[in-house]
Each structure stands twice: as structure tokens, then as C-alpha cells.
């Protein structure tokens, strides 16, 4: 739950590379094999409904492994070999496009400052280097623009009630020198007034084909006090998180997690134990409210664009 729908099914990929490489498996025969990637796989699901591009790539490989499997002459080694050099290439293909998103924020950001910056931006949960395979969307924008001597600060959320914000994001910013503050999820607006917050840079778990925007709980009242302040409201995510079989952000299916993630902290109760809990991991931040954007591998795109033009 402290990553992101990138991280999900890469790392949720890799691990199973990782069985894989120690033996785990089946060794003998090609169908028990493949059966065992299809259940890993099926579990791998089963942790984020929301994500689109989990659920795409998760087909992908089942395809990848099936064709294989029909491929004459192939053995159960040859077959296993083949899953682990598929799945390693996903991971660098992850860091290549976070890498263009990371530019293409950061250009199309500067071109909307006077003077061309430096600039403070305001960001939500983590997406980062351990929320993808090693750069980051969202906080790749944050890097690229630090890299050019063009960041002012980064205003982190806490990110309740997991805190990937103030555990995660925080961490790796400041690990890499980037000048970082934390800030609790109730004072980004007042920190939009009173910082200078000057654009909004956030992740996303699936676009919808209108281009409204599924993300972690919080991100809605973001736009909604970005479009207030008229600050720019950017969403940073790899294409693959489009849908263009969801018309919009209403039919995108929203997970939602324990109560206890509410009333507990540490295991130390902090609420009534009998007080009834709303707890979902995401909200849905209408196209209109995205005035910077998508920023893609492959450019930053209006929010209604996006998915027609990938």
C-alpha cells in the first residue's frame, strides 16, 4: 500500500523473476509452469483493482507466456529463462519513460513561469524511486526540473493515513539533495497561498478516456484549490495508465482499505472502536481540473487528448 501503481506491478513482476531465478516453480513441465506464473499473477491483481496498467501488463506477460509455451522445441528452463529477460525489461523501459516524463514536465512548467524560474511545486503521496524502477513520474518532474538548477522547493504531503508522503517521498528528496518540506494534507492550500506554490505535480493510477484522473485520496481537493488559486494542476504518469474502455473517472473501480487505517496508528487505538470508517485509497480528479496536463513519455497533453493521442 505505500507504493504506487507503477511500483505495484513492477515490483509485484520482479518478484516473481526473483522466485524464478531460485528455482521456484515447476521444473519439468511447461504447463505446470505456466500455470504457476498465472496464479502469481492472479494474486499480483488481486492488490490493486485501480491500477490500469497492472492489469495490462500482468496480460501482456500471461500472452508473452503462452506464445512461448506454443513455441516448438522449448524447454522448461528456456521457458523460465525468457519470463526473467521479459520481466527485466519492463523495468528498464519503466526508467527510460520516466525519464521523458521527467523532461517534458519540467520544460513544459518552466515555459509557463516568468524568467523561466526557479520554481516551487507541491506534490502528493509517492512517486518516486520506490514508487517505479528507479526515477519516478511525478517526483521525476521534481528531479529533472533540480537537475537543471530550476527547483526552488518541493511541498510534500504527509499523505494520510499512510504517510507515503512524509515517510517515502520526503525521504528520497532529501537523499538526493532536493530542497524538500513536509506539510500535513489539511495545509496545501494555505501552502498554495502563503509558499509560493507555483504548479501542482502529482501521479496517477489510471486515466480515464475522457481524462479524468484516478489517484491517491487527497488529489481531488488539490485540483479543486489549484483551480482556485489558479495555479497549474499537472498529472505525470506513463501512458499505460490510460483506459480508453472507461468513458470517465465514475467507472474506474476505487479500492477501498480497512478502517483501521483510520482509527489505529502504530496499533494504539485513536478512535471509538465502533465508529463507523470511510477509508478509500483513491479519488477521481475531474479532466477540467487539470489545467498544466498529462505529462507522458511522450509529451504533456490536454487531460480529454491524452488517451486519443496514445
Request: charged share 20%; aromatic share 4%; hydrophobic share 40%.
Amino acid at each position: 500500500q505505500v507504493r504506487g501503481a507503477p511500483a505495484i506491478a513492477l515490483l509485484g513482476c520482479l518478484s516473481l523473476a526473483v522466485e524464478l531465478a531460485g528455482g521456484a516453480g515447476p521444473s519439468e513441465d511447461l504447463g505446470a509452469l505456466e500455470e504457476f506464473v498465472r496464479q502469481k499473477l492472479e494474486f499480483l491483481l488481486s492488490a490493486r483493482p485501480t491500477a490500469a496498467n497492472l492489469g495490462r501488463e500482468a496480460e501482456r506477460l500471461r500472452a508473452f507466456v503462452r506464445q512461448r509455451v506454443e513455441t516448438p522445441g522449448v524447454t522448461p528452463q528456456q521457458l523460465r529463462e525468457s519470463i526473467i529477460e521479459y520481466i527485466e525489461g519492463l523495468l528498464e523501459k519503466d526508467r527510460r519513460d520516466n525519464r521523458n516524463i521527467g523532461a517534458h514536465g519540467a520544460s513544459d512548467i518552466l515555459g509557463r513561469v516568468p524568467g523561466g524560474g526557479p520554481v516551487t511545486l507541491l506534490t502528493h503521496c509517492n512517486t518516486g524511486t520506490l514508487a517505479t524502477a528507479g526515477y519516478g513520474t511525478a517526483l521525476g518532474v521534481v528531479r529533472a526540473l533540480h537537475q537543471r538548477g530550476s527547483l526552488s522547493r518541493v511541498f510534500c504531503t504527509e499523505t494520510r493515513p499512510y504517510n507515503q508522503g512524509s515517510r517515502l517521498s520526503a525521504l528520497e528528496l532529501r537523499h538526493d539533495g532536493v530542497p524538500v518540506t513536509i506539510i500535513a494534507d489539511s495545509a496545501a492550500a494555505a501552502a498554495m497561498r502563503e509558499r509560493g506554490v507555483q504548479a501542482v505535480v502529482v501521479g496517477a493510477d489510471r486515466v480515464a478516456a475522457n481524462g479524468d484522473v484516478a489517484n491517491k485520496i487527497g488529489t481531488f481537493q488539490l485540483a479543486v484549490a489549484a483551480r482556485h488559486m489558479g495555479i497549474p494542476f499537472y498529472v505525470a504518469a506513463p501512458s499505460s495508465t490510460c483506459d480508453p474502455t472507461l468513458a470517465s473517472g465514475r467507472l474506474i473501480p476505487i479500492e477501498e482499505r480497512p478502517g483501521t487505517e483510520l482509527t489505529h496508528l502504530g496499533g494504539i487505538l485513536l478512535a471509538d472502536p465502533e465508529v463507523d470508517v470511510w477509508n478509500p485509497a483513491f479519488d477521481v480528479t475531474p479532466h477540467e481540473l487539470i489545467t498544466g496536463g498529462i505529462i507522458t513519455e511522450w509529451g504533456v497533453f490536454a487531460p480529454s487528448e491524452v488517451c486519443r493521442a496514445l
